[in-house]
């Protein structure tokens, strides 16, 4: 997530060259892309981790360090 980033929250999902953003409420793809396997990966961890994601979103929306979401085990 960046600092006063454009709406809807979304967050930023890197995997080697490819770059994807993903909308946490719909976690559709909202730009970009990943590979398919990269890509649901990426989507279940965000289902984990919705609530987190959306206090992070809030955080950084006001310029606050949004924390860190452990990651997929």
């Given amino acids: ?19 994807a953003v993903i909308g946490i409420e ?9 590979p398919p396997r990269a890509l649901g990966l990426t989507t279940e961890w965000a289902q984990i981790h919705r609530e987190e994601l959306r206090i992070a979103w809030r955080k950084a929306s006001s ?5 860190k979401i452990d990651p997929l085990v």
């Fill in 26 to 34: 719909s976690l559709a793809v909202l730009k970009g892309e990943l």
């Fill in 1 to 19: 997530m960046y600092f006063d980033d454009h709406s809807p929250p979304h967050f930023h999902a890197f995997y080697a060259e490819y770059e």
């Fill in 63 to 67: 310029f606050e360090h949004p924390g």
